[in-house]
């Protein structure tokens, strides 16, 4: 029995490890024709987030960003809607979070708690749009969240070189947030941001509401045939917005989350690749949040490991929207060829 | 303030000329947008695929001593080689053309940044490249301002008019047009009728890739001669807009390409008489136009807009029944 279920756990697991490697093969094939060592990168990428505490700390840390972004993503993913808008809501929601921990000054728990609200609102409020154009006009989400990606940019450029801009830097940023809208760290040396611990719960919470809730099983069938579901009384019109609307307040707490627990300002270029890392977590993972946890680690290990890269011998960061988007590729590949057999 | 600076005249054959300038990537990309989706892909990726386009044809162009010729050949050779592992992907494994299309854009965009720092590194002064030079229409170019305005532009410029009118009579006007476009329409019947529908789909899917990557070749090559990240900012993306705005039509993209280039050459032109008219906002403010002008325009248009019947679906012959 346990004989069968090895063979069988050998068979489901061939095409992913197959993948991995393939991608990692794609990977070393430019790492030697760059010029690099390719084994001293590998273990370079891989381990460089176990170095010491301070690089697992911020492994944590970028883990929870790209766990809130994918998770962003995910939520109208399931509905069949694709939220590539998760940059700008992530964008808003740090300029909210910014804009109240600057503007207002209240204690210490409500500033934190009004900042990141805010954050989350802005978040919401910037997906609102694509989803009132959907809704009413039926435009297509892909374009619209994207339109809204480059006017968040641009915003955030706007607010952060008007009234409370960082005249000491040369890049884009505003100064730092009042004290009391910073969000205490998890741990002071090094540091860790508490970020992780709201970011790990979002994803239980939404782990729950989607298994367990009416609203996670209409969202379910939606996602899985629309028209069905339609035929069924699930109102699709009504929840297809909705769902890239929650996509769009996760992007934002989690723009809300860094700004309060880890740059502590708003700084243009904030979100680096990470949004694009995440929807790739998303798309890698199908769905599933049960994936996305373990992915979004893995390819947090990654990140860190190819920055830890650069720093030492200038490889270009771009490696790891590479190997991750080719590992998507791959994965894609192994699975439609195994379904083509049958 | 000086008031020379605000003859009305010369400013409307440099706002003319500037929005042929900014027209030819929008004409490119989205007539490689609407030919992909004649033949039922629908490629989001276009945005990647030009920045890939912009990299390569850079690269090629600097290390070939300045022959843009093979920069530009570069680039069709990035579009056959995108457009065929796309088609592998949507065509053939019959994947999420959406899936399929974002991964792609991330992928593109990768490849792109990645390959300029591999060959060139972060330098304090970037690099540059001698760009296109103009042609000059005989005796049209002598017409006062309408020679300026439009009959000094390189080739690309005009190469992507006669795109237009090429893609227009090709996909309407011949027998292989009309195949070409059952098959986006209407692949079963299509092939019931002994079309090769993948043969015509890998068709349209690289045709379409080689006008996004050679519309990257035109950022590089018409104005600076330098590669940044963000030198296709968006416009693959608005594109992939005019497109559905154009309903796949050739014609009408080129309307909606002109369109977008007049708006993004307003911006430019309100930027540089800002100080004139005594506009205080941030410039960047003005840069969000084109976006803001996309999402007015597609919902303005976007229930009206036809697509073509079987784009973005896969086509299975051993399907028993299409459900849709």
């Given at each position: 029995?346990?004989?069968?279920?090895?063979?069988?756990?050998?068979?489901?697991?061939?095409?992913?490890?197959?993948?991995?490697?393939?991608?990692?093969?794609?990977?070393?094939?430019?790492?030697?024709?760059?010029?690099?060592?390719?084994?001293?990168?590998?273990?370079?990428?891989?381990?460089?987030?176990?170095?010491?505490?301070?690089?697992?700390?911020?492994?944590?840390?970028?883990?929870?960003?790209?766990?809130?972004?994918?998770?962003?993503?995910?939520?109208?993913?399931?509905?069949?809607?694709?939220?590539?808008?998760?940059?700008?809501?992530?964008?808003?929601?740090?300029?909210?979070?910014?804009?109240?921990?600057?503007?207002?000054?209240?204690?210490?728990?409500?500033?934190?708690?009004?900042?990141?609200?805010?954050?989350?609102?802005?978040?919401?409020?910037?997906?609102?749009?694509?989803?009132?154009?959907?809704?009413?006009?039926?435009?297509?989400?892909?374009?619209?969240?994207?339109?809204?990606?480059?006017?968040?940019?641009?915003?955030?450029?706007?607010?952060?070189?008007?009234?409370?801009?960082?005249?000491?830097?040369?890049?884009?940023?505003?100064?730092?947030?009042?004290?009391?809208?910073?969000?205490?760290?998890?741990?002071?040396?090094?540091?860790?941001?508490?970020?992780?611990?709201?970011?790990?719960?979002?994803?239980?919470?939404?782990?729950?509401?989607?298994?367990?809730?009416?609203?996670?099983?209409?969202?379910?069938?939606?996602?899985?045939?629309?028209?069905?579901?339609?035929?069924?009384?699930?109102?699709?019109?009504?929840?297809?917005?909705?769902?890239?609307?929650?996509?769009?307040?996760?992007?934002?707490?989690?723009?809300?989350?860094?700004?309060?627990?880890?740059?502590?300002?708003?700084?243009?270029?904030?979100?680096?690749?990470?949004?694009?890392?995440?929807?790739?977590?998303?798309?890698?993972?199908?769905?599933?949040?049960?994936?996305?946890?373990?992915?979004?680690?893995?390819?947090?290990?990654?990140?860190?490991?190819?920055?830890?890269?650069?720093?030492?011998?200038?490889?270009?960061?771009?490696?790891?929207?590479?190997?991750?988007?080719?590992?998507?590729?791959?994965?894609?590949?192994?699975?439609?060829?195994?379904?083509?057999?049958? | 303030?000086?008031?020379?600076?605000?003859?009305?005249?010369?400013?409307?054959?440099?706002?003319?000329?500037?929005?042929?300038?900014?027209?030819?990537?929008?004409?490119?990309?989205?007539?490689?947008?609407?030919?992909?989706?004649?033949?039922?892909?629908?490629?989001?990726?276009?945005?990647?695929?030009?920045?890939?386009?912009?990299?390569?044809?850079?690269?090629?162009?600097?290390?070939?001593?300045?022959?843009?010729?093979?920069?530009?050949?570069?680039?069709?050779?990035?579009?056959?080689?995108?457009?065929?592992?796309?088609?592998?992907?949507?065509?053939?494994?019959?994947?999420?053309?959406?899936?399929?299309?974002?991964?792609?854009?991330i992928l593109c965009s990768g490849f792109a940044n990645l390959l300029y720092k591999l060959f060139i590194g972060v330098t304090l002064t970037p690099p540059s490249i001698e760009t296109l030079r103009p042609i000059t229409v005989p005796v049209l170019?002598?017409?006062?301002?309408?020679?300026?305005?439009?009959?000094?532009?390189?080739?690309?410029?005009?190469?992507?008019?006669?795109?237009?009118?090429?893609?227009?009579?090709?996909?309407?006007?011949?027998?292989?047009?009309?195949?070409?476009?059952?098959?986006?329409?209407?692949?079963?019947?299509?092939?019931?009728?002994?079309?090769?529908?993948?043969?015509?789909?890998?068709?349209?899917?690289?045709?379409?890739?080689?006008?996004?990557?050679?519309?990257?070749?035109?950022?590089?090559?018409?104005?600076?001669?330098?590669?940044?990240?963000?030198?296709?900012?968006?416009?693959?993306?608005?594109?992939?807009?005019?497109?559905?705005?154009?309903?796949?039509?050739?014609?009408?993209?080129?309307?909606?390409?002109?369109?977008?280039?007049?708006?993004?050459?307003?911006?430019?032109?309100?930027?540089?008489?800002?100080?004139?008219?005594?506009?205080?906002?941030?410039?960047?403010?003005?840069?969000?136009?084109?976006?803001?002008?996309?999402?007015?325009?597609?919902?303005?248009?976007?229930?009206?807009?036809?697509?073509?019947?079987?784009?973005?679906?896969?086509?299975?012959?051993?399907?028993?029944?299409?459900?849709?």
């Amino acid at each position: 029995m346990a004989k069968i279920s090895l063979t069988r756990l050998a068979k489901i697991s061939l095409p992913y490890i197959l993948s991995v490697s393939l991608a990692f093969g794609v990977a070393g094939l430019i790492l030697y024709f760059g010029g690099y060592d390719v084994i001293s990168s590998y273990r370079t990428i891989l381990t460089a987030s176990f170095w010491n505490l301070n690089s697992f700390f911020l492994t944590l840390t970028k883990f929870s960003t790209l766990l809130l972004m994918s998770l962003a993503f995910l939520t109208p993913y399931i509905s069949r809607k694709f939220n590539i808008g998760v940059e700008g809501q992530y964008l808003m929601g740090a300029l909210g979070a910014t804009l109240v921990g600057l503007a207002v000054s209240a204690p210490p728990g409500i500033h934190i708690i009004t900042s990141i609200l805010t954050g989350v609102f802005f978040g919401f409020l910037w997906a609102s749009v694509p989803a009132f154009l959907m809704a009413r006009y039926s435009v297509n989400e892909v374009i619209s969240t994207i339109m809204m990606n480059f006017i968040a940019r641009y915003s955030v450029i706007v607010f952060a070189m008007s009234l409370w801009r960082d005249v000491a830097s040369g890049h884009p940023m505003t100064i730092p947030i009042n004290t009391t809208a910073m969000l205490p760290l998890l741990s002071s040396s090094p540091p860790l941001s508490s970020g992780i611990v709201f970011s790990i719960a979002t994803a239980l919470l939404l782990y729950f509401i989607l298994a367990f809730t009416i609203f996670g099983y209409e969202l379910r069938a939606t996602g899985t045939n629309p028209r069905a579901a339609e035929v069924f009384g699930v109102n699709t019109k009504f929840l297809m917005p909705l769902s890239l609307m929650i996509g769009g307040g996760i992007a934002g707490f989690g723009g809300a989350l860094d700004v309060t627990g880890y740059y502590y300002r708003l700084i243009e270029g904030m979100q680096s690749n990470y949004p694009s890392l995440g929807i790739l977590i998303a798309l890698l993972s199908k769905g599933k949040i049960t994936l996305v946890v373990p992915i979004a680690f893995f390819i947090s290990v990654i990140d860190v490991g190819t920055n830890a890269l650069q720093r030492i011998q200038r490889v270009p960061i771009e490696l790891v929207l590479i190997l991750e988007g080719l590992l998507l590729v791959f994965i894609l590949v192994s699975e439609s060829l195994r379904w083509w057999k049958k | 303030m000086s008031t020379a600076s605000l003859d009305l005249a010369t400013i409307i054959v440099g706002y003319v000329r500037s929005v042929l300038i900014y027209i030819a990537p929008y004409i490119l990309t989205s007539l490689g947008v609407v030919i992909s989706g004649r033949s039922g892909i629908y490629n989001i990726s276009a945005e990647g695929v030009m920045l890939l386009g912009a990299s390569v044809t850079f690269l090629a162009t600097y290390f070939s001593g300045g022959n843009i010729l093979i920069g530009i050949s570069y680039a069709v050779l990035v579009g056959v080689v995108v457009g065929l592992a796309f088609g592998f992907l949507t065509i053939s494994l019959k994947l999420n053309q959406f899936v399929v299309g974002t991964t792609f854009f991330i992928l593109c965009s990768g490849f792109a940044n990645l390959l300029y720092k591999l060959f060139i590194g972060v330098t304090l002064t970037p690099p540059s490249i001698e760009t296109l030079r103009p042609i000059t229409v005989p005796v049209l170019s002598d017409v006062p301002y309408v020679g300026d305005a439009l009959f000094k532009h390189n080739l690309l410029v005009y190469l992507s008019f006669v795109l237009v009118a090429a893609s227009y009579y090709l996909l309407y006007k011949t027998f292989t047009g009309l195949n070409f476009r059952s098959v986006g329409e209407n692949p079963k019947a299509a092939d019931t009728l002994g079309i090769n529908v993948t043969l015509y789909r890998y068709v349209g899917t690289t045709i379409g890739t080689i006008l996004m990557s050679v519309s990257g070749s035109y950022l590089v090559l018409s104005t600076t001669g330098l590669y940044t990240e963000t030198i296709v900012l968006g416009r693959g993306w608005i594109s992939v807009g005019i497109a559905i705005f154009g309903r796949w039509h050739p014609l009408w993209a080129l309307v909606g390409s002109a369109l977008f280039a007049s708006v993004e050459a307003l911006v430019y032109l309100l930027q540089s008489l800002q100080s004139v008219l005594g506009l205080k906002v941030p410039p960047e403010s003005l840069l969000t136009l084109p976006f803001i002008a996309t999402l007015i325009v597609l919902a303005l248009v976007y229930k009206k807009a036809e697509l073509p019947q079987a784009i973005g679906r896969p086509y299975d012959r051993e399907a028993p029944e299409e459900y849709a």
